[in-house]
Structure formats: structure tokens, C-alpha cells
């Protein structure tokens, strides 16, 4: 992995996490942010020393969404002609594309939240599996405030997170939402006093996750994600396939001796990915 910019990495015990670095900017996504966050995903994707994927941040925020500079930068959307507003369909489709990988990664994504997750934040965050907030956090779809509409995710994802009237409230208004708001509508899974408290719940997820199979956590997660789209009579048909094609007695049997004998289970990392 080259030397990143607006990330921290680090892979230990089939965790890799990745911090937000940039507490200065409180956290905001420039065009460096885009670049990296694609990179990091690609290469995780690709190789198999992580089973689980823990996402945090530092500084006051956990991110203040999109970096207000973007807008008058090489990306900013052309609205004068025809043929700069097409382009803005080809330019949202390769950001929403990063997200998006970070939804169809291998591995299950846990994000630790703390502070305010805001605009573009919220994109980011709904492409992950598990939330967890410290009780200073919120969240807010800043895009409404700023006169225009929220363009990487959230408008998609968000719903099929929580009650759409509170979506629609949240996205017409601009309001913050509290962590304890967000618990109770599903959005998070748990609200934690604080940021470090946040970060161990976690990784202690984490840690219960790096020790399953994975390639059934990653078949878990296959199923979930095809069942949330898809009819229930598909998504069991889908789930016969699915389940024959990664069956193991092998890794039943561990997975039953290793409860018996109060041990780790030991079980083969996913193949790595190669290029074509």
C-alpha cells in the first residue's frame, strides 16, 4: 500500500482498519480523498489478509462530507451547455462507484462514529454494514442546505435503513438527527459514551466476525445484500445456488470442534484476486 494522504491503514489479526486523517479539515472528501479511498478498497478486495473492515476517524468530526473546494475544482459540474450536464451523469457515476465498492467489498464493513457525520458522510457510512455512534454524533444531509440534492447514496440507501417519512424529513429539512435517534430508527446498531468506547465496541465486532469462515461471512453477506433487493422467492432460490456452491463439511466440522475444545477455529482465507 503506498503512503496515503487522508488515510491511516493498518491490517493486525484479519482486522484492517482504516482512519480518517485529516482532523484539520474535519475530515472533508477532496479530490485526494476520491482517489485513495478507491485505491485502498480495490487492494483490500483484492487480497485476503482482512476478514472485516473497521472504518473510523479522528478530530472533532467524524467527516464534514464533501470538501467545499471540489466545487470549484477540474470536477466541477458544467451547467451551460447540454454537454457539460451529461458529463455530470458520467462524473456522480464514478463517485457513487467508490461507495458502491465499498458496499460489494468481500468483507463485512463496520464504521465507528463519532461527532458530526454530514453530507456526503452519510453516503459514505449507509454503503457500510454495521454502524456504531459515540453520543455526540448526528447526522445530517447537508446537500439540502446548500441548495442542491444528496447525490452519492444516501437518497437510496438510507431508506431501506430506516422509516422513509424519516428520511424524507431528514433529506427536505436538513435536520440533525442524534445517535439516539439514529438507534432507535436502525440506522446505528449501538450508541457508546464516547469516541473510544465507539471504536472498541467496534473492533470487538470485528473480532467476531475475523473468526468465522470466510467465505461464509462472505456468503452471508451475498445473501443479505441479494435478498434486500430482490423478492423473497428469489432470494431462496438465489440462496440454494449460493449455498451449493460454497457448502463445506470441512468447515462445519471445525467450526463445531473448535466450540467443544474452547479454541479459535482455524479456516482458509478467501483467494486472493488477480487482474486479467
Known amino acids: 500500500m ?41 487492494q483490500l478486495n483484492q487480497g485476503n489478509a482482512a ?50 465498492r465499498l458496499e460489494d467489498l468481500r468483507i463485512p464493513v463496520i464504521v465507528a462514529l463519532h461527532g458530526g457525520c454530514i453530507g456526503g458522510a452519510v453516503d459514505f457510512v449507509t454503503a457500510a454494514c454495521l454502524r456504531y455512534a459515540s453520543a455526540d454524533s448526528f447526522f445530517c444531509i447537508q446537500e439540502i442546505n446548500i441548495g442542491m440534492v444528496a447525490d452519492v447514496g444516501t437518497l437510496q440507501r438510507l431508506p431501506k435503513l430506516m422509516p422513509m417519512a424519516v428520511v424524507k424529513e431528514l433529506a427536505y429539512t436538513g435536520r440533525r438527527l442524534s445517535a439516539e435517534k439514529a438507534l432507535q430508527h436502525g440506522l446505528v446498531n449501538d450508541v457508546l459514551p464516547d469516541a473510544a468506547s465507539t471504536l472498541a465496541a467496534a473492533l470487538q465486532a470485528a473480532q467476531e466476525i475475523a473468526s468465522k469462515p470466510p467465505v461464509a461471512i462472505w456468503g452471508t453477506k451475498q445473501a443479505l445484500h441479494y435478498a434486500r433487493d430482490h423478492s423473497t422467492a428469489d432470494a431462496l432460490k438465489q440462496m440454494g445456488w449460493l449455498q451449493s456452491g460454497i457448502w463445506s463439511n470441512a468447515h462445519v466440522q471445525e467450526a463445531i470442534r473448535a466450540f467443544q475444545e474452547k479454541r479459535a477455529g482455524a479456516f482458509p482465507e478467501l483467494t486472493k484476486l488477480t487482474n486479467f
Do not use: Y
Not at 4 to 9: A, E, G, H, R, V
Not at 84 to 90: F, L, N
Open 51 to 100: 476478514r472485516v473492515l473497521v472504518i473510523s476517524s479522528t478530530g472533532k468530526h467524524f467527516s464534514a462530507g464533501m470538501s467545499l473546494d471540489v466545487f470549484g475544482s477540474s470536477i466541477a459540474m458544467d451547467d451551460q451547455t447540454p454537454e457539460g450536464r451529461a458529463a455530470i451523469v458520467d462524473m456522480l457515476a464514478s463517485l457513487q462507484a467508490t461507495f458502491t
Open 2 to 42: 503506498s503512503t496515503l494522504t487522508c488515510f491511516s491503514l493498518s491490517i493486525d489479526n484479519h482486522i484492517a482498519h482504516l482512519v480518517l486523517n485529516r482532523p484539520q479539515a474535519l475530515n472533508t472528501m477532496n479530490t485526494v480523498f476520491w482517489r485513495e479511498l478507491d485505491d485502498v478498497l480495490v
